[in-house]
Structures are given as C-alpha cells and as structure tokens.
C-alpha cells in the first residue's frame, strides 16, 4: 500500500512574466512504514514537494494522493488529523505556552473537552522526552532541541499516519541531532508511522532513511535504498554523497550497529 502517489507531476511558477519549470513529470511512490528522505540541490523543489502532499500548494499538472485521497482535499479540510508537519524551525506561536502550542490543533478542533486536550497534550509532550515541568515554560526559554521536540509533539498530537519532517536536524548541534534522530527512529517504529523527510545532512539520512529519493533533472532521478542510491550513476548522486562529507557520513555509518 502506498501512503502518498505522485504522478505526472508539473510544478511552474511565472517570476516578471518569466515562466519556470521546478518538476516535470514527476513520479514518486512512497510506501506506507517507509522512512523516505528527499533531496536535491538547491532549487529542485523539494520544499515545494511537501507543500503539495500537504495540499498548500496545487501543481500545474499530474496528480498527487495522500492516503487513498487528493492532497488538494487534505488542504481544503484541514490535514492535522491525517498529516503532521514539522518545520525547519519549529513554527511555535511565541505567545503560546509548550502546552498550549501543542494543544494548538486540538483546540482548533473543538470536539473535544478541554481537560482531554490538555491530557493528550501532556501525553505527547512527555512522548518527544520533555518533563511535565516544562509544559508552562514559553518558546523563548527554551533551547533549539526542546524547540524542535515541542514542535514534533504538536505534529503528532492528531496521531497522524503519515509525518513530514523539513530540515528536522538544522540548527542542532551533533549530540542534539543524535539525540533527535534516535526519537524520530523510535517514533517511526513504534508508532507505525510513514515520514517523509526533507534534508541535505547526510548523517541524518544515512542514520534514518529506509529509502532516499533524488530530484535532479526536474524529476525524481532514483528512488531506493541508501546503498542502491549511492552506486546510481549521476553527477549530482556523485558529488552530494560521495564528496568529502559523503565518504566521512558513511564511515560513521558502517561503524554503527544500523550499517548502511
């Protein structure tokens, strides 16, 4: 079964009348359970991907399904339910309390009683590894990595099937980015969860990807296991994982007990 189809895919945008093409005929499966990592250089549109499985963003072509339904119904009806999204940095409404910020699309709900919303809320927050006793701190208190646990425990507080990371590491220092990493590995599994992640750190998607797609050309290049991904002849394959950083990231890899 697949958690989110991509086909055909078109994405342009018109700059001074100049009309640019991001994707054309873009195909991209991903399989429910599956841990995908999207990258690309820079302007490849792998953010503008993620703004379309969310249906914030309608393609100029092709068609995109999430979970058995059109994106553009998930951004119409609201995705919450169905989709978490964490942002590269973290999005928390400042005038929010780490509680409330969590409790946020609950609220936004409203089917269900306040004293329930705040229990799940308290769930999830002590889910992502942060105490109870920081639930009434404000997003200026706290560090970068507790910024991001709070922002992945409000993306998760709907129990969505399918979660979209963007950047999840950026900004976090080694021993935080090894911390998280090993939350979201552990989420991943126990919850049963599909996530689709963008990010250009190599270490992250060699520590969490079940499977990496490459946008280049326009369109997804290859789509595979972190191995077959590597030995796929193309210069951009080439040159983001096997430069300098590619070769030390799966050093790092082949001596952890995952292996590549």
């Known amino acids: 079964m697949s958690a989110v189809q991509i086909e055909k895919l078109w994405s342009t945008f018109r700059t001074n009348g100049v009309e640019a093409v991001i994707h054309k005929d873009l195909d991209l499966t991903i399989a429910e359970g599956e841990f995908l990592s999207v990258v690309g250089g820079s302007g490849s549109g792998k953010t503008v991907l993620l703004r379309q499985i969310l249906g914030l963003e309608t393609p100029t072509r092709g068609s995109v ?9 998930l951004g119409r009806s609201g995705a919450a339910s169905r989709v978490g999204m964490l942002f590269q940095h973290g999005a928390l409404f ?39 006793s920081h639930a009434n701190k404000m997003p200026a208190d706290l560090s970068g990595g507790m910024v ?12 969505p099937p399918l979660l979209l990371l963007d950047e999840p590491t950026a900004g976090l220092d080694p021993d935080l980015s090894d911390a998280f990493c090993a939350l979201l590995r552990s989420l991943h ?19 969490l990807s079940t499977r990496i797609a490459v946008v280049a050309d326009k369109h997804v290049i290859v789509n595979a296991t972190p191995r077959e991904v590597v030995a796929f002849p193309h210069p951009f394959v080439h040159d983001f994982f096997l430069g300098g950083r590619g070769h030390r990231a799966m050093e790092v890899l082949r001596s952890s007990p995952q292996g590549v």
Request: no cysteine.
């Open 148 to 159: 991001k646990r709070v922002a992945l425990a409000r993306a998760l507080v709907m129990d």
């Open 65 to 73: 399904t999430v979970l058995d339904r059109p994106a553009a119904e």
């Open 189 to 207: 599994q126990e919850l049963g969860l599909t996530v689709v992640m963008v990010t250009h750190d190599l270490d992250t998607i060699y520590e």
């Open 94 to 132: 400042s005038a929010f309390t780490v509680l409330e910020n969590i409790a946020f699309p609950l609220r936004e709900l409203g089917t269900l009683p306040p004293e329930l919303v705040r229990d799940v809320a308290m769930v999830k927050l002590q889910m992502v590894g942060l105490d109870p």
